[in-house]
């Protein structure tokens, strides 16, 4: 009898084992879920400083090249040896910036901005072009000067810095040591990881097919259609893979944001699909039309009908997940709202892809961003008094026109740093910044199609050259993808919200270091990852 105890108990041993594995599991799930839901956001002041530290990055980084270049000559040293510096320059202070410097966010930028003043300063005071000349005689020749570049580095530099700040997110906000107000909002509120959602479907319109067709090269709208169904199967593919593998795993979710069986790859190739089905019977000219017709039909939608109570409470009032539509209402509905900030963005993109090659035009180009930025602004405000609050979980009409205003903005920054950079090089003979306008090469010749000028590749640029911002571009969808494949890996193994300052900083930045060094390696080697 004893015997038959001890064989007993030493069977039950494991089984009693793995419940309290799977229970402590679930435990550890139902904590993450905790941790990142109930969220109210933060403030348009701190989004925008927030977003204001990436651009001054570049130029810090850009002035200190020419400084080197004043000094020393041109900068020759290792691939290995240029990814570190991109790394420390771009991505630490946008890690250091949303982690352990945002209680004190708003010197960031201003140290920043101040080191490059005195970078700025020291580089016209020794100045070895227009020596003679005055301020105010240099800004009249640079005004005058023809831009000789084969592309608009602004907008590759605003889509690889979503990139990053999404990148870093997806992970830091599952440590303690990224503020709770940065996540996404639970109902209502501006998150700075809400914006990211919508600026990464504005960011993907400003290079659509549909923004680059009046380059002169068009084609039927029948196959260019069935061109784009086509192309978004990997979106699909991604969503299916992620959809499996977090049940699979039985990894944590915010239900709030998508639903059950919704996730953004979804989001991303229903509204490629629904833009160019849309941008097939109506004139590209005219997207912004069809956007606001969206965003207002689908807020009087929500305010007249059930279906707002539906997306927050579910069909019997009790946040039920029952059924398709019901499981996935938040992922569904939203649709509507990312599709017009989509629509918004390739209007956005037939503005600036427009070929300009003075440097005049650009400078009024930006003035007439940044009003059309500070309009929306204020339509935003009026909004949320009048109408409704900002929502994410809905993308409802204030949630529409904050997008695309921050993005506007955002955009507007990064052009002014670009020409920032075209300053200092106009002050240094022959220096030369990875991803500007370069107006010191003669012009290409040649050229198969307009098109090229509208692309995001950076064709006229040696795509070999060390720069981390055109190692990004060269495979952004396979850097978002390991970004998220990184963050699965990392919550395994970890248990992040219950690691100190130190050690979370070090993974995040362990963990940014990877992803730059895979898309570094790609891009030293020239291997482009799109099969489709």
């Known amino acids: 009898m004893q015997l038959w105890k001890s064989i007993k108990l030493h069977l039950e041993g494991p089984k009693k084992e793995a419940l309290r594995n799977k229970a402590r599991r679930m435990s550890e799930k139902v904590l993450k879920e905790a941790f990142v839901s109930n969220l109210n956001g933060t403030s348009l002041t701190e989004i925008t400083l927030g977003l204001s530290v990436p651009p001054v990055c570049v130029v810090c980084r850009g002035l200190l090249l020419i400084l080197y270049h004043l000094q020393w000559g041109e900068l020759k040293c290792s691939w290995q040896c240029s990814l570190l510096l991109d790394f420390i320059l771009l991505v630490v202070p946008v890690v250091l910036s949303c982690t352990i ?127 784009q169904i086509i192309s978004v199967w990997p979106l699909a593919f991604l969503g299916v893979c992620r959809f499996i593998s977090v049940k699979a795993v039985d990894y944590h979710e915010h239900m709030s944001e998508y639903g059950v069986h919704w996730n953004f790859f979804f989001t991303l190739a229903v ?56 499981a996935n209402r938040e992922g569904v509905f939203s649709v509507f709202g990312y599709l017009a900030i989509y629509m918004a963005g390739v209007q956005v993109g037939l503005y600036v892809l427009r070929k300009r090659t003075m440097i005049g035009d650009w400078v009024k180009a930006i003035g007439f961003l940044l009003v059309t930025s500070f309009t929306l602004f204020i339509i935003f405000h009026i909004l949320q008094v009048y109408i409704e609050a900002n929502s994410r979980r809905m993308a409802n009409l204030p949630f529409i026109v904050w997008v695309v205003a ?68 060269r ?26 300052n130190s050690f979370s900083l070090s993974v995040l930045l362990l963990y940014m270091f990877c992803n730059c060094l895979v898309m570094y390696i790609l891009h030293v080697k020239s291997i482009t990852l799109k099969f489709w």
């Open 101 to 227: 410097l945002s209680p004190i966010l708003l010197f960031v930028p201003l140290c920043l901005s101040a080191l490059c003043t005195i970078t700025l300063c020291v580089l016209y005071t020794k100045r070895n072009n227009y020596v003679r000349l005055n301020f105010k005689e240099i800004i009249d020749v640079l005004l005058n000067t023809k831009l000789k570049s084969n592309n608009v580095p602004s907008v590759t530099v605003l889509r690889v810095l979503i990139n990053i700040l999404t990148a870093v997110s997806i992970l830091a906000v599952d440590f303690p040591l990224f503020p709770r107000r940065y996540a996404k909002t639970e109902t209502y509120g501006t998150g700075v990881m809400d914006f990211g959602v919508g600026g990464y479907i504005f960011a993907n319109a400003l290079v659509s097919p549909e923004a680059r067709q009046h380059c002169g090269v068009l084609q039927k709208k029948g196959s260019s259609l069935t061109k």
């Open 271 to 326: 509204v490629r699909i629904g833009a160019s089905v849309v941008l097939t019977i109506l004139p590209v000219y005219k997207s912004w039309m069809m956007a606001v017709f969206l965003a207002v039909m689908y807020q009087l939608t929500l305010e007249t009908t059930t279906l707002k109570m539906f997306i927050l409470n579910g069909s019997d009032g009790t946040g039920t997940r029952e059924g398709f539509l019901n």
């Open 475 to 500: 495979n952004q969808l396979l850097f978002f993808l390991l970004a998220n494949v990184m963050t699965g890996l990392v919550n395994t193994l970890i248990d992040t919200i219950h690691s100190s």
């Open 406 to 473: 921050q993005c506007l903005a955002f955009l507007s920054t990064i052009f002014f740093a670009d020409l920032v950079l075209i300053f200092a090089q106009h002050l240094i003979n022959g220096s030369k910044v990875p991803c500007t306008w370069n107006f010191s090469n003669a012009l290409l010749k040649n050229k198969k199609t307009d098109e090229s000028f509208f692309s995001s590749s950076t064709k006229d640029q040696n795509q070999s050259d060390p720069c981390l911002i055109n190692a990004i571009n």
